[in-house]
């Protein structure tokens, strides 16, 4: 069913809001075709049935559309909706188990390995990669098992540089200054899956990364920046896992003349408020 579909049919039991069923009995009045309508208080309020009426098919008609459900009005509209791909309530449960503080258990689909490839992307680009041990726990629960024994020599040995770790503000073991704070998180904007079948899958996850110390006397403040990292997936055991990825600039969206907040108010944000498990 089409999005007109949708209003044809509420149209065709009574119009919206039910106005094609609703007699209103107007005052014997001579002269005055209009009868009593025109006084403010009984015209608003049909006017405003008739609006509230409108605005609730829209969005009953936008929900379904959105949902997939029912069969397209066209082809072509059912070929734009698939290629938009937007990422809205599907009507399936997010994942409730976690392997290694991570979400886990997705869909063997294409929208299961979207949703674990933003969340595997979260977790990657987290400050807790900085921790030798939480870094062990987050490859192995992320990367496929013959993956994760090849990948965690190079990536202890990245993120353990000396001159790496100087160069973003850290000690030798990854930990910030006294007074400051560490943050390195990714936000996902939206999802893609380039290919999805029942063993692989090749998906898109745009997202926006914070990155920096925050407190006073930062030499590397917190920045905003732009990637799009593509995440090869392969159905291992009962799940989704990273077997390889690419990562690219952007899209990057014109930055708004906006006052950079605080040291002490970044710092606040990034304790208080916690990550999301993305799911579609």
Known sequence: MSLGDEHGSRGDNGGYGGSGQTRTRYPDSAGDVYGGARRGGRSSSRSLITVVGVVVLLIAAIAFAN?????????????????????????EQPVKTKAGGIPSGFAQDGQGAESAAANYAVALGSAEMFDADRRREIVEAVYAPDVAAERQTSIDKAYSSEKFL???????????PRGQTFVSRIIPVGTKAKSAGAESASVEVWYTSLFGLSGDGSRNPVTESWYTTTYELKWVGDDWKVIDYKQKDGPVPVGRDQTASTADDMT???????????AR
């Open 67 to 91: 949902r997939g459900g029912g069969d397209s009005g066209s082809s072509d509209e059912g070929g734009e909706r698939a290629e938009a791909a937007p990422t809205a309530a599907s009507g």
């Open 166 to 176: 100087t160069n973003i503000g850290l000690d030798k073991n990854g930990d910030a």
């Open 268 to 278: 606040k944000a990034v304790e208080e408020y916690g990550g999301f498990t993305y």
